[in-house]
């Protein structure tokens, strides 16, 4: 019974996965079009205005979300209330996004002709690029399937996915073809540990003066993890005689060459220093540090200021202590 169930699993994500690959390549000029026409709209300080019933309503949600984190203000609009005097969040100048698989929703197409009197552009993702909403709009987006991941093939599932991925693509090609940034994006997200770390600077986190264990190419390692035990770290930094990084030591070398090396603490620590460590500078974003501590799988960055003199060390602990992950 449990391989089974695995199986329809497995079976619902690649008949979805399909759906999407197939989209993927019919993406054509509608495409450049769409984002073309988005772009010009938030140029004017017009907004983007979501509309859709039932499922594709739930996917409008979502696309506005994603739209208005990445600075594309975006509102939704449900087809019910916007009868009942909700038409009035619509401009001259806005763009709406209209959401039906079928094209033929009873609730969009008797909208339409009110929001037809608005000086607005309308925008169609829909599987039917044939429907009667597709013949009202400017630029229709193509989010056909080949058939839903439902067994019965009645529940939208292959269909609400490829309209979800297809508001992900919009929302991220715009995004940059706006030149949105990593400070655009701190601006919309202050909360949580996203926010701090994407408003926080490596000179606001990095350990720095009394608690930088420091010590020069002559020192033995004694003397790097005397100077690594005082600043309770796990790594000292090694500088040349000008002030300039030499390289790093840390406990894990310590215990890899201890084995091979019993009077290891007599030693010049620049013979077993790591040369050339990364390093990251002291104006950089937060966010940074953690994407790299992750890449390289690596607990501790040597911070260098402008000139290229190390002026401080971001260890893997402080950003959990900080909450910064």
Not at 140 to 153: I, M, Q
């Amino acid at each position: 019974m449990g391989m089974d169930i695995l199986a329809r699993a497995r079976s619902v994500i690649e008949i979805e996965t399909d759906g999407l690959q197939q989209m993927a390549q019919r993406l054509d000029a509608s495409f450049i079009a769409a984002v073309d026409l988005l772009q010009a709209i938030l140029e004017s300080r017009g907004k983007i205005i979501v509309v859709g019933v039932g499922k594709s309503g739930n996917i409008g949600q979502k696309i506005a979300a994603t739209l208005n984190s990445t600075g594309a203000t975006a509102v939704v609009m449900d087809s019910q209330n916007a009868l009942h005097g909700d038409l009035g969040m619509i401009n001259d100048g806005d763009a709406v996004i209209l959401l039906s698989y079928s094209g033929e929703t009873r609730e969009l197409l008797n909208l339409l002709p009110f929001i037809k009197r608005f000086d607005v552009r309308l925008l169609a993702i829909t599987g039917r690029p044939d429907s009667s909403l597709a013949h009202f709009c400017e630029v229709v987006l193509d989010t056909s399937v080949a058939k839903e991941a439902c067994p019965l093939n009645l529940a939208p599932t292959s269909s609400s996915t490829a309209m979800l991925v297809m508001g992900d693509a919009l929302a991220m090609v715009l995004l940059e073809s706006r030149g949105f940034t990593e400070n655009d994006f701190a601006r919309y997200h202050p909360g949580g540990s996203l926010g701090r770390a994407l408003l926080t600077r490596i000179s606001d986190i990095m350990r720095k003066e009394a608690l930088l264990p420091m010590v020069d190419l002559t020192a033995d390692v004694y003397a790097a993890l005397d100077a690594m035990n005082a600043a309770r770290s796990g790594a000292c930094l090694i500088v040349s005689e000008d002030g300039s990084l030499a390289g790093i030591f840390t406990h894990g070398d310590f215990a890899r060459n201890f084995r091979k090396d019993p009077e290891l603490g007599q030693r010049l620590v620049r013979e077993v220093m790591t040369q050339r460590p990364i390093t990251l500078r002291d104006d950089q974003l937060a966010v940074e540090a953690i994407n790299t501590l992750g890449k390289n799988r690596i607990d501790d960055i040597v911070v260098i200021n402008g000139h290229g003199k190390p002026v401080g060390l971001i260890d893997s602990q402080d950003l959990a202590r900080l909450k910064l992950v």
